[in-house]
């Protein structure tokens, strides 16, 4: 069974920077197969960033300012978020496929964490 568990959320102004972490029980490969999606108040859920095995997938809206990464030693994958909007503020979860190539489809991720805020505001 794989537990994921996110972390590093929290409140920024616009500009600031801020790195999340999933970390990942149960399985030594699930770090090869993790998304970033976040659900902001009555939208629907959409990814951010994924990676599997060495492809890495971002969403157009954080190309350039986002950045997902995993530690080789340890069942971790990062999501270092810089330059951060206030249309970035959202519930972030991190997840993962289990083995398929999901990209940034929530569809295709079988394993979920709880969550952790992002909220950025002046």
């Known amino acids: 069974q794989v537990r994921l568990t996110e972390s590093g959320g929290g409140s920024v102004q616009p500009g600031g920077s801020l790195r999340l972490t999933c970390e990942a029980r149960g399985d030594p490969h699930t770090k090869n197969f993790v998304g970033w999606f976040r659900q902001a108040p009555l939208k629907a859920r959409e990814g951010v960033a994924a990676?599997?095995?060495?492809?890495?997938f971002y969403a157009d809206s954080v190309k350039g300012r986002f950045t997902i990464t995993r530690d080789g030693a340890d069942n971790k994958v990062y999501l270092q978020m810089d330059n951060l909007q206030p249309q970035d503020t959202a519930m972030y979860y991190c997840?993962?496929?289990?083995?398929?190539?999901?990209?940034?489809?929530?569809?295709?991720?079988?394993?979920w964490g709880q969550g952790t805020q992002v909220t950025v505001s002046s």
């Open positions: 997840a993962s496929s289990a083995g398929e190539r999901g990209g940034l489809n929530p569809r295709r991720y079988n394993y």
């Open positions: 990676l599997w095995w060495e492809d890495t």
